[in-house]
């Protein structure tokens, strides 16, 4: 049976009505085009991607910045997804979209529940990659993401590493040319 996933104008809805910014609306929208743009792409290479759980799941994966804007915001935002009675994969993208994820040690050390916040599906990993593509509404290259990483985690912090393994995955497996998808300007649909 497949999970019953909200509209994308019902995403928005919920945005806004969970007391996301526009800002935070406008980022999630450019996160979820450009992650539909790499789903397509990945669907082309033969890959079985379910695009409407990336759309509705970029959507929805800053939900928690309605409460926080700090590292927090994932739990935060699953947990506004489990009050809303939302399918699980959509609150496993919420959960899991941080950085290249964290790991359940890492987890410890947040005091979050104790589990792997890495993304395993391809969905999963398709908004993961996509939120580190888009600063704001704007596409940026990785190389930008990673050095802002480096420079508030420091080199050798393994979310770098994580990023880069993801890059490197996505574009490999879905043959994803980042640069041709970044040319094209990112529309609020």
Request: charged share 30%; with cysteine.
């Amino acid at each position: 049976m497949t999970e019953k996933l909200p509209s994308a104008e019902e995403a928005i809805r919920i945005l806004k009505q969970s007391g996301c910014s526009p800002e935070v609306i406008r980022h999630c929208i450019a996160v979820s085009n450009l992650a539909v743009r790499i789903a397509e792409t990945c669907r082309r290479k033969g890959l079985k991607v379910d695009l409407n759980l990336v759309r509705i799941g970029a959507l929805l994966h800053d939900v928690g910045r309605s409460k926080t804007h700090s590292v927090h915001h994932p739990i935060v935002g699953a947990e506004i997804a489990r009050s809303l009675n939302l399918p699980e994969s959509i609150i496993r993208i919420i959960k899991r979209h941080i950085g290249g994820g964290i790991t359940a040690e890492e987890a410890v050390k947040l005091g979050w529940p104790v589990e792997d916040y890495l993304p395993e599906t391809i969905e999963e990993k398709i908004v993961t990659y996509a939120d580190k593509l888009i600063e704001g509404e704007r596409v940026v290259p990785i190389e930008k993401t990673i050095r802002e990483f480096s420079r508030k985690l420091g080199m050798n912090h393994p979310s770098i590493k994580r990023i880069i393994d993801l890059h490197k995955e996505i574009t490999k497996i879905c043959g994803v040319n980042i640069e041709s998808l970044m040319e094209k300007k990112i529309t609020l649909e």
